[in-house]
C-alpha cells in the first residue's frame, strides 16, 4: 500500500528482514547466545524498520519517547557463535498510542524463536510526569499493519 | 514445608528477594534502565535462589542444562541510574522436566514490572541433540511451588 | 585525612573495595567472564566510591559529565560463574580537570586483573561543543590521591 | 603477500574494515555509547579478520582458545545512536604464542577512538591448568604483520 508525501509516493512500512551474525560476547558459558539477546536483535530490527520509513527511534523532537509496555519470546532452537540467522520484525497492530510487533527468528529457514514488542508513544517534558500521548501523524502515516 | 536430606531438615526454597542497584551501563540515551535488562535481573535472582537451595544453575555434572523455553515481562514504571530496587522470584510451577518462575520488581514498594520465566531440564551429550529430561531427585527434591 | 565541610569533619575518599560475584550473563562460550566486564567491575566501584563521597557521578546538574578518556585492563586469571572477588579502586592521580584511577580485582588473595581509568570533568550545554572545565569544588573537595 | 596452501595462493590477513551502526541498548543515559562497548566493536573485527582468514576464532579443536592478556583504549570523540562508523584493525606484533592488534574507530573520517588488544594461544584440557602454546602451523601461515 502506498501514502502521499510532498507529492511522492512512498511506500507504507509494516515489516523488516535483518540478516546478522552472531558475535562472541553475545554467547553465556552454555555455548549458545544467551536468552536476553533475543531482545536486542529484535530490537536492532526495530529500529531498521524505523530507518527503512526515514524515522529514526530517537526523533529529533527530544519531549517523545518509545517505551517498552511489554514484551516476550518463545526459544524453538540454540544459535551458536557464528551463526547466520535473520530476524523478521512485523507490525501486527497500531493503536492511536501503541504500536505492537511480532517478530520470527530463523536460520537456514528453519524457526529459531518467536518474540512480540509492544511500545507506547509518550511525551517527556522535564518536571512533569511522563504521559501516553497519540502518535503524530508524520510518524503514523509512515506504517501499516502487515499482512497475514 | 520442609525435607529430610542426611537426616537433617532442609526449607524447601519457592522464592528469593535480590537487592539491587541500577548500574550506569544498564542505562539507555533514554535515560532509564533498558528494557532487556530485567531479564538480567530476573536471572540473577534465579540463580540466587538455586544457590540458597544449596545448588548451582551450572552443576558439576556438566551434561546438564536448563536452557529457556519462554519468557515475558510486563512494564509499569522506569528505573533510574543508582535506584535501589528487589527483585522478587517465585516459582509458579513445576512439572517433571519444566519449572516456570514469576517474579516482580518493585522499588519503594512500587511495582515496576513483572515478568515470568519458563525452562527445562536438559541432557547436553557431545555429538547428540539436546533433549529434555526430568529433573535429577536432588534438585527437584529442593524445590516446591510458592504459595499464593 | 579529612576535609570540614559546613564546620563537620569528613573523610576525604581515595579508595573503594566492592565485594562482587560473577553473574551467568557475564559469561561467554569459553566458559569465563568475557574480557569486557571488568571494564564494567571497575565502573562499578567507581561509582560506590563516589556515593561513599556523598556524590552521584550523574550530578543534579545535567550540564557537567565525566567522559572516559583512556582505560586498560592486563588479566592474570580468569574468573568463572559464581566466582566471588573484589574489586578494588583507588584514585591515582588528580589534576584540575582529570582524574585517574587504578584498579586491581582479587579472588581468593590472588590477583585476577589491574585496570586503569582515565576520565575528565566536561561541559555540556545543547547546541554547544562540549568542552573540559575544572572541577567544581565540591566534587574536588570530596576526593584526593590515595597512598602507595 | 602471499603464501602457498595445497598448491593455491592465498593473501595472508593481516587487516580488516568493520562497518558498524550504532544501536540503541549500546548507549547510556549520557547519550552516547558507553566506553566498554568500544572493546566489543574491536572484538568483532577481530573475528571478521579471523573469518577473512578462513578461520574461527572458536576453532572446531576445542583445546585451544585465545584469552586476552591486555587490552586498552583511548578516546577522541564521542559516537551517538544510528551513527555509522568503521573498526580497522591491524595485526601489530605476532610473536610465537601472542599476537597484538592495533584498533582505530573513524566517522565520517574523522579517528573515534584508538585502541590495542593483545591475547595468546593457550591449549585448555580438562582437569589441567591452561598454558601458552605456539601458533599451530595453519592458524599462524594465515596471518602477517601489517604494514605502517
Known sequence: MTSTINGATDKLQSEYRLKRRVQFAETDLAGFVHFTRFFRYMEEAEHALWREAGLSIVPPRAEIGFPRLATSFEYFRPLKFEDEFEV??????????????????TKDGEKVAAGSLTMACVRKVADEPIRMISFPPDIRDRFEVANG
Open 88 to 105: 523478521c520484525i512485523r507490525i501486527a497492530e497500531i493503536t492511536d498510542k501503541t504500536m505492537r510487533y511480532q517478530c520470527v527468528l
